[in-house]
């Protein structure tokens, strides 16, 4: 197919010379495959990372020259040299994982990594590049807008994510003083109650000490009034015995109070 497509000198030059290289590397991984010492494995590898540059530089100079000459070319000519430029983009990448399934087998380091990078898992900025060069303007626009919209979201998610942050963070805080403030509150109370205790506890002792004298003193008047009582009660039932002197206030005895009795009566009459 490709040597069918209308092709300026230039173009069929490096488009040759493309084609050569990958010649040379399908041999090569040919001829690494019948290797068993890894050392020479290794050096082949680096060989055919050299061819692998060279191709990546090669494909780079044909875009560069089907750019130059797109203006030039009819619609159709410039589609199937794109997609000739695309095949051997795949090509290239399909090499570049073949190298790195080979690098991974033998485990050698000291080889510099190819950064043309086969595209399985992460796309690199020549990757980009080959895949903006095969859209159209309006799509590469798009594309573009995409990217911005989606920047532009993410932006807002990571804002959004923050001020909820700061949010729950002063909600914290205000709540952490609340307790603290809450806390002191409780500590103030705990301090009155045992003050009132302490107080309670001495007026309990004080009441304690004055019932107690309020008990002695009315003992001693209890023992006072029976005293009075039982006197009075053998001044009735003897009242002739002179050892019990009489009681200030109290009336005499019976006959003592007949005779006043009856000296009153006389007197009167």
């Known amino acids: 197919m490709a040597a069918d497509l209308p092709m300026s000198p230039q173009l069929e030059q490096i488009h040759g010379e493309i084609r050569d290289n990958f010649r040379a590397l399908a041999n090569g991984f040919q001829r690494l495959d019948k290797i068993k010492d890894s050392n020479?494995?290794?050096?082949?590898?680096?060989?055919?990372?050299?061819?692998?540059?060279?191709?990546?530089?090669?494909?780079?100079?044909?875009?560069?020259?089907?750019?130059?000459?797109?203006?030039?070319?009819?619609?159709?000519?410039?589609?199937?040299?794109?997609?000739?430029?695309?095949?051997?983009?795949?090509?290239?990448?399909?090499?570049?994982?073949?190298?790195?399934?080979?690098?991974?087998?033998?485990?050698?380091?000291?080889?510099?990594?190819?950064?043309?990078?086969?595209?399985?898992?992460?796309?690199?900025?020549?990757?980009?590049?080959?895949?903006?060069?095969?859209?159209?303007?309006?799509?590469?626009?798009?594309?573009?807008?995409?990217?911005?919209?989606?920047?532009?979201?993410?932006?807002?998610?990571?804002?959004?994510?923050?001020?909820?942050?700061?949010?729950?963070?002063?909600?914290?805080?205000?709540?952490?003083?609340?307790?603290?403030?809450?806390?002191?509150?409780?500590?103030?109370?705990?301090?009155t109650i045992n003050f009132s205790i302490k107080k309670a506890s001495q007026l309990v002792k004080e009441i304690g000490r004055q019932v107690a004298t309020d008990k002695c003193i009315m003992l001693f008047l209890l023992l006072i009034v029976c005293g009075v009582i039982a006197i009075i009660v053998v001044k009735i039932v003897n009242p002739n015995n002179k050892n019990i002197r009489d009681i200030p206030g109290l009336a005499p005895p019976a006959p003592t109070r007949r005779l006043l009795y009856l000296r009153d009566a006389e007197y009167f009459n």
């Open 40 to 191: 020479r494995q290794s050096k082949q590898l680096e060989e055919l990372t050299v061819k692998m540059r060279e191709c990546k530089r090669l494909i780079k100079e044909f875009d560069r020259e089907l750019k130059d000459e797109e203006g030039r070319n009819p619609p159709e000519v410039n589609k199937q040299l794109n997609d000739e430029k695309q095949s051997m983009i795949k090509e290239l990448n399909s090499y570049v994982a073949l190298r790195k399934t080979y690098m991974s087998t033998l485990g050698n380091k000291k080889v510099e990594l190819f950064d043309m990078g086969a595209g399985v898992s992460e796309p690199t900025a020549d990757d980009n590049f080959q895949v903006a060069s095969a859209m159209s303007n309006q799509e590469l626009v798009n594309a573009g807008m995409k990217t911005m919209d989606e920047t532009d979201q993410t932006i807002e998610r990571t804002k959004k994510v923050v001020e909820q942050t700061i949010e729950v963070g002063t909600e914290t805080a205000v709540q952490l003083k609340g307790q603290t403030e809450q806390m002191g509150r409780i500590v103030n109370e705990l301090d």
